[in-house]
Every structure is written in structure tokens, then in C-alpha cells.
């Protein structure tokens, strides 16, 4: 039995609210159960300096927890002078997932920066912010679509993030955090809509896991991203 008594193959209950900041290309609010991260996205008109007369485009991110965001009181970063590792390494992973889904030539020397900030987290912060930084990439490429600065949609599919583990000795979906905290096994994966993967993360935090538990994983991994682009196309209609 879960602790919050899902089934094994059973999301929190998503919610994903757009526009939600009034000066961002693209915004919205995305909520997995607990889990509640606000994502934007800016377009800025020019590419980084590597990619100056290239002809291609970018998309990077930033994430950053709020203070309070957990059971305990977190420094900020910027107070620290210094990002924390776990920190670079998520919000590269958003970067990385959110390109995979992306026609650089497309989007023409521009860069758009997704920005994800978590406001209270119960496990799965990566992945909420890759699903909802998705939502506000694609609302701001719909502006430069309207606005005829590219000529064809740069976005090539969907892109979303769920987590799977081992909990209790059982592969469940979607982990928060009291499952997350004690999982013997423990997976991101980052999917196109149409399944292609993007990105898989997975370690053993107790005991070695097996090629068939992988497999279970994946299958999991499979019908949760599907029911999170569904939960996508929803709040874009």
C-alpha cells in the first residue's frame, strides 16, 4: 500500500494553470499533487554567444526552490553567493529536455529561458518543471508564431517528465515524497509525446535493481508521460 493509497500505476492529481504572470512570454503554474512549481518563459532576441551567426536558436533554464518550499527552512542560494550542485544539475536536465523537443533552425537566433521555480515540494520537483516548462515554452512560441517572427512551429512534439521506483518492493509511479525518501530504486524519464525518449535517470538507492524491474519502470514511465501530455494539451486548449 502506498502511503497516500494510489495505485502503483496512479499520478497525483495534476493540475496545470497558465498565464499565470502577467509580463512572461509564457507562464503557468503546474501542481502534482503537492508538488507546485510556477514556470516562464522568456524570449529574448538573441542567441548566446556560441551560437552568434549560426542561424540556430536555444532554450536553457533556471530552477531555484523557494525558501520554504520544504518541511524545513532552505538558505537562498543567492545568499550563499553560489548555486548548489543539485541545483546546476537539475536545471541543465530541464534545458537538455526542453532542446530535445525543439527545431533549433526553427526558432531562428533567439533564445527563450525557461525559468522554474519550485513553491512547495513533495518529491518529483524535476519533473514537474519539465512537464509545466513545456506548457510555457510552447505558449511563448505561439506568440512568435502569431507574431510571424518564425516561419514554421520550432516545437517538433511534446515534452514531459515523470518518476518511477521501486517503493516497499513494488514499481509505482510518480513518487512524492515519502515514497521518494525511502524508494530502494529511483528514476526520472523525460518522453516526447509520441514515447521517444529523451532522458533516463535511474539508480539504486538500496539494492540493485534488474533489467525486468527496469522494464516495469519504463512501462509505468509510459503511461504516466501520456497521461501528462494529455493534462498539457487540456490546459493549452
Known amino acids: 500500500m502506498r502511503p497516500s493509497g494510489r495505485n502503483l500505476d496512479q499520478l497525483r492529481p ?10 512572461a512570454e509564457g507562464s503557468c503554474l503546474i501542481r502534482c499533487g503537492d508538488t507546485h512549481v510556477l514556470c516562464s518563459a ?3 532576441d538573441r542567441p548566446p554567444p556560441f551560437l552568434k551567426g549560426s542561424g540556430q536558436g536555444w532554450v536553457t533554464a533556471e530552477y531555484g526552490m523557494l525558501p520554504r518550499a520544504t518541511t524545513t527552512r ?17 536545471q541543465r536536465l530541464i534545458g537538455r529536455a526542453l532542446r530535445a523537443g525543439v527545431d533549433r533552425r526553427a526558432l531562428g537566433e533567439r533564445q ?10 513533495d518529491g518529483g520537483t524535476r519533473c514537474a518543471a519539465i512537464t509545466g516548462g513545456w506548457v510555457a515554452l510552447r505558449l511563448a512560441v505561439n506568440k512568435l508564431i502569431a507574431a510571424k517572427m518564425v516561419t514554421s512551429d520550432p516545437i517538433m512534439d511534446h515534452v514531459a517528465a515523470v518518476s518511477c521506483g521501486i517503493y516497499a518492493g513494488q514499481p509505482v509511479v510518480d513518487l ?7 524508494a530502494g530504486t529511483d528514476g526520472n524519464f523525460v518522453l516526447t509525446g509520441a514515447g521517444r525518449l529523451i532522458e533516463v535517470q535511474m ?9 525486468a524491474e527496469m522494464g516495469q519502470l519504463m512501462d509505468l514511465a509510459e503511461g504516466g508521460i501520456a497521461q501528462l501530455v494529455e493534462a498539457q494539451k487540456a490546459a493549452l486548449a
Open 74 to 90: 532552505n538558505r537562498r542560494e543567492a545568499a550563499a553567493g553560489k548555486q548548489g550542485g543539485r541545483t546546476v544539475e537539475i
Open 203 to 211: 539508480s539504486a538507492e538500496g539494492a540493485a535493481f534488474s533489467r
Open 112 to 121: 527563450i529561458v525557461i525559468d522554474c521555480d519550485v513553491i512547495q515540494a
Open 42 to 44: 522568456s524570449i529574448e
Open 176 to 182: 512524492d515524497y515519502a515514497e521518494d525518501s525511502v
Open 14 to 23: 495534476i493540475s496545470i494553470e497558465t498565464g499565470v504572470m502577467r509580463h
